[in-house]
C-alpha cells in the first residue's frame, strides 16, 4: 500500500506551483519578432467581435496593467500641495515652476505653462517627456529645447499645458533620485494620473477638455495614463506605439503589465483603450514603428469602428524619420489637439505655409526652470531620494 503525503505537504507543494505559474512575465524591448506580433493582435483581435465584448476585453487589460504597475487598487489620493513659484512673461504665455507631491513626501516636478490673452476655462494639456538626456547646452526630459516648444506653442494656442519630470530626470535627477529606481514605472505612472488632478486644481482649467502627448518614453506615459484614466480626453503617443516592441527601459516593461498567465496584451491594444476617444498615432520610418501604417493603425481603426468613431483616431507617419518628437511630428500633432481641444490657432499659424509657427517661443535656460536649487530648500517632509514610497 502506498503512502500518502501528509496534507499539509499537498497543500505546500499546490502553493509552490501556483507561485511558479504566477512568476511575473516581462516582455522587455523586442519581445517577439514583428511576425509574432501580427499574429498576436490577431489571437486578440478573436477575444471581441462587438462593442460589448471589446468593452469586457478593455476592462481585463486596464486591470492587469494597474494589477502589474501595483496600482490597484488605486492609492487614495493625498493632498498635493502644489507649490507654484517664479513667473516669467514671454509672448503669448508665462512659464512657472510647479511641483506636487503624487504621495507624501515624494514630489514631481515640472514647469506649468499658461497662455495670456485667453479668457475662460482653457483646456489642460500634459506633456510626458521620454528618455533624451542632457546636451551641453540644456539639460534633459522637460528641459530640452523641443520639448519648451511643443509646451510653449500649445500654450500661445490658449492651453493651460504642464511639463514635468519622469523619476531620475531634470529636477528629479538634480535633487539625487536616479531613474534606475525598483518603482519607477509605478511612480511615473501614478504622477501622471496626479498630474490630471493637478490640472483639474487650477481653476481655469477645464477638466473635460484634457489631453496628453509626450514621445518614447513619454509616449509610453501618454498611453499608459490614457489606458488607466479616462480623464484623458485626446491622446497623441509619438514614435511609441508598436505591437513587437514593449519599451527598452523598465519604466516601460520592468513590471508584468503586458503578460500574466491569463491574458496576453502589448503597447498596440494598450492605446487602442483610448477609444472612442480621439487618438493619433505618429510614426517613423526609422525605428520600432515603421510598421504604423500597416499593423497597429488599423488595429486601433477596428476598435474605433465598434463606437463608430474611425474620425477619431488617425496616423500620421514619416518614412523617412527617425526617432524623437522633432519639428516634422510637432507640426502633425498642433492640428490635432487644436481640433479635439478647441484650442485657438490664430496666434501661431501661418496660412500661407500651414506651419504652426514656434519662433515666438522662449527656449529658457535650465538655472531658471529649477522648481529647487538643491534637496536644501525642498519642505522638510520631503522623501530622500531614492527612498521607497508607500502606495498605502
Not at 523598465?250 to 483603450?273: R, V, Y
Request: glycine fraction near 8%; include cysteine; hydrophobic fraction near 35%.
Amino acid at each position: 500500500m502506498k503512502r500518502l503525503l501528509p496534507l499539509f505537504i499537498l497543500i505546500a507543494f499546490a502553493a509552490l506551483a501556483a507561485t511558479a505559474a504566477e512568476k511575473p512575465i516581462l516582455c522587455r524591448g523586442n519581445y517577439h519578432s514583428e511576425a509574432d506580433a501580427i499574429k498576436q493582435l490577431a489571437r486578440m483581435a478573436a477575444t471581441h467581435t462587438n462593442h460589448a465584448q471589446w468593452k469586457l476585453r478593455a476592462d481585463a487589460v486596464r486591470q492587469q496593467i494597474l494589477t502589474g504597475a501595483r496600482l490597484s487598487p488605486l492609492p487614495k489620493r493625498t493632498p498635493l500641495n502644489a507649490i507654484i513659484k517664479n513667473k516669467r512673461s514671454y509672448e503669448g504665455y508665462t512659464v512657472e515652476c510647479a511641483a506636487f507631491e503624487a504621495r507624501p513626501g515624494f514630489f514631481v516636478y515640472g514647469s506649468l505653462y499658461r497662455p495670456l490673452g485667453h479668457e475662460g476655462n482653457r483646456p489642460g494639456i500634459l506633456c510626458p517627456h521620454g528618455h533624451a538626456r542632457k546636451t551641453k547646452e540644456h539639460g534633459g526630459g522637460r528641459l530640452r529645447p523641443d520639448q519648451q516648444h511643443r509646451c510653449a506653442t500649445l500654450a500661445r494656442m490658449g492651453a493651460v499645458v504642464f511639463s514635468y519630470d519622469m523619476v531620475g530626470f531634470g529636477d528629479s535627477e538634480h535633487i539625487g533620485w536616479n531613474h534606475g529606481h525598483s518603482q519607477t514605472l509605478t511612480l511615473q505612472t501614478w504622477s501622471s494620473v496626479r498630474a490630471v488632478d493637478f490640472l483639474e486644481s487650477l481653476p481655469e482649467v477645464n477638466k473635460e477638455l484634457i489631453g496628453v502627448t509626450g514621445c518614447s518614453g513619454g509616449g509610453t506615459q501618454t498611453f499608459l495614463l490614457t489606458a488607466i484614466d479616462e480623464r484623458v480626453a485626446v491622446s497623441v503617443p509619438v514614435v511609441m506605439v508598436s505591437a513587437h516592441f514593449f519599451g527598452g527601459c523598465h519604466c516601460e516593461s520592468g513590471m508584468p503589465i503586458h503578460k500574466t498567465t491569463k491574458l496576453e496584451t502589448n503597447n498596440a491594444e494598450i492605446a487602442a483603450l483610448a477609444a472612442p476617444r480621439p487618438l493619433k498615432l505618429i510614426s517613423v520610418g526609422g525605428d520600432w514603428t515603421k510598421n504604423t501604417p500597416k499593423v497597429e493603425y488599423p488595429y486601433a481603426q477596428s476598435i474605433y469602428r465598434y463606437f463608430g468613431a474611425l474620425d477619431k483616431v488617425e496616423n500620421s507617419h514619416f518614412p523617412k524619420e527617425k526617432h524623437g518628437y522633432e519639428y516634422i511630428k510637432r507640426q502633425a500633432m498642433y492640428p490635432f489637439m487644436a481640433k479635439h481641444l478647441k484650442l485657438d490657432t490664430k496666434s501661431v499659424l501661418n496660412k500661407k505655409t500651414g506651419d504652426y509657427d514656434e519662433t515666438g517661443n522662449t527656449i529658457e535656460a535650465t538655472q531658471i526652470m529649477r522648481n529647487f536649487r538643491s534637496a536644501k530648500e525642498m519642505p522638510a517632509h520631503a522623501l530622500k531620494p531614492g527612498s521607497i514610497v508607500s502606495f498605502r
